[in-house]
């Protein structure tokens, strides 16, 4: 009991003791190469630190930066081998980290550069889609929205006679494509569309779809009748005349003069067309006609006696 009053006692008197703080933090003491480096070389905006690897003398020690230097502690410094002091520049940025100046006589050499690189290549000119013909748009002539073609510029042939006043190059007509465009004057241009309306059209019926295209095989031509010798001008050296060797039908099928005449199909309906043109044209030949024709129809807006020539 009273070793024990004892310890109680001399805890009590040692509590006030232990409550009181040191005054001052006990700072550590400097080492001694730390002090001798610094005051070798007093550079009150760099610290001296000095790293200790014990056992690893080069590898993983840090690299140093620009502006670093590396050095070892003065002669007679108690510092290990292994201990390596680094005098490292800390300061702030006390300049601006502004570009290197340039080479003189850059600007000089500017221009010669330029002088000696290639040219850039100039743009290509614009292209500009030349007219079918210098004398007129294709679009609608003749005053008809159904005819579809251009003007061109007045016709003159090396025979007396052979010539176009107003000719028209036709493309389309009524819709129906012409497989190369065809040179008349706008009554033959009219006459051929009020047969492939009230004719042509009407001959095929729905057969294939409809007519899409007709095969020309030709229109104005300087040359007598069936190009014989002594023979007459012929209406194709006046724009008058036209000559259509088949049609082609939407669906691709295709009826020929010359193969399906004697067809018992196609045959009819070329015959349908063949008497549908006598009326908006003035002479109508066929296969039965003569030799000449064998292969194509002829029409032409010339009239004998006011009347239509078919055959």
Known sequence: MQRATAIVLGLALALPAWAEAPARTPYPKPRPALAEAAAADPLPDRAIIITSAPGVKRSLRPRLRHGERAARAPAGAPVRPDRVV???????????????????????????????????????????????????????????????????????????????????????????????????????????????????????????????????????????????????????????????????????????VLKDWRDPVKGKILRRMHRAACGPFGTVLGPDANRFHRDHFHFDVARYRGRSYCR
């Open 86 to 256: 680094l005098i490292a520049s800390l300061p702030g940025v006390k300049r601006s980290l502004r570009p290197h100046p340039r080479p003189q006589g850059i600007a000089r050499l500017r221009p010669a550069v330029a002088r000696t690189a290639s040219p850039a290549p100039a743009p290509a000119p614009r292209r500009t889609p030349a007219p079918i013909t210098a004398s007129g748009r294709q679009g609608a002539v003749c005053g008809d929205r159904g005819i579809i073609g251009q003007r061109v510029s007045p016709i003159r042939g090396r025979l007396a006679g052979c010539r176009i006043a107003r000719p028209v190059r036709v493309i389309s007509i009524d819709g129906v494509r012409l497989s190369q465009s065809a040179v008349l004057d706008c009554k033959a241009a009219k006459a051929l569309k009020s047969w492939i309306r009230k004719g042509a059209r009407p001959a095929v019926g729905r057969l294939g779809g409809g007519i899409s295209s007709m095969r020309v095989m030709a229109s104005y031509a300087c040359r007598t009748r069936n190009s014989q010798p002594g023979a007459k001008l012929s209406e194709h050296a006046r724009g008058k005349a036209i000559d259509i060797g088949a049609i082609t039908l939407k669906n691709g099928m295709t009826i020929s």
